[in-house]
Nanobody, 116 residues
Framework: QVQLVESGGGLVQPGGSLRLSCAAS????????MNWYRQAPGKERELVAT????????NYADSVKGRFTISRDNIKNTACLQMNSLKAEDTAVYYC?????????WGKGTLVTVSS
């Protein structure tokens, strides 16, 4: 079965960095685009970053452009999100996502808290 397991969240001061990882299994990882979403308290879940399968093209929400970088390793079946210059408004639960055959699969999420 499809499994997505996020790690790397935690507490960081404003201006700091974190690197999130998503370990994927149960599907042919290299064939599918991977996404990172986040959900802040009281807000809807939003798409943060996407990386395509073959070429590894990336796309970002305007709010994180220039600060976040999504990457993938098709050998290790992992997708990562490098987050720099973190702001208080980046505080959220971050979820790894893949869409397979019109179905969305999600990890359980990892909490990122940006606070001094």
């Amino acid at each position: 079965q499809v499994q997505l397991v996020e790690s790397g969240g935690g507490l960081v001061q404003p201006g700091g960095s974190l690197r999130l990882s998503c370990a994927a299994s149960g599907f042919t990882f290299s064939r599918y685009a991977m996404n990172w979403y986040r959900q802040a308290p009281g807000k809807e879940r939003e798409l943060v970053a996407t990386i395509t399968s073959a070429e590894g093209s990336t796309n970002y929400a305007d709010s994180v452009k220039g600060r976040f970088t999504i990457s993938r390793d098709n050998i290790k079946n992992t997708a990562c999100l490098q987050m720099n210059s973190l702001k208080a408004e980046d505080t959220a639960v971050y979820y790894c996502n893949v869409r397979l055959r019109s179905m969305n699969y999600w990890g359980k999420g990892t909490l990122v808290t940006v606070s001094s």
